[in-house]
């Protein structure tokens, strides 16, 4: 499901691989309206917060799970929280992937955090700052 206006985007998407995709390009196409440039590591960020989301956050079944995505810039940049309901910020020695996911997020992004939601799951947010040739 997908709701965006200049102001904001929203997205309810499944908890499946599809969804890594097209949150990358919906998120794409809002900074490009919002007038960003730099969308490599928009795009590469997204991909690996919504992939961790959609991998780690319901190690037994997805089905029925979803993984919400919000967009917003602010006269700062660009804030985008990617939250899910899942089992949360844990060690899992039967996860897949090399483990380089959150660290690559963190060289990408001005500023990343990462809280357990008070229901349950997990909630990433990433700022963009603005690009410096819109500072001002």
Known sequence: MLGASNDK????????PPSVATAR???????????WTDLWP???????????????????????????????L???????AVEDEGTGMRPRVDSPGLGLGISLIERLTDRLVMEDRSQGGL??????????????
Do not use: K, M
Request: net charge negative; aromatic share 6%.
């Open 74 to 80: 602010d006269r700062d940049g660009l804030l985008v």
């Open 123 to 136: 909630r990433v947010e990433l700022r963009f700052d603005r690009e410096p040739h819109e500072a001002g």
């Open 25 to 35: 390009h919906a998120l794409t196409a809002y900074a490009e309206r919002c007038g």
């Open 42 to 72: 928009i795009q590469t960020a997204v991909s690996e917060a919504v992939g961790n989301a959609v991998v780690h956050a319901y190690p037994t079944s997805a089905n029925g799970s979803q993984v919400w995505i919000s967009a917003e």
């Open 9 to 16: 985007l929203e997205l309810v998407l499944p908890a499946a």
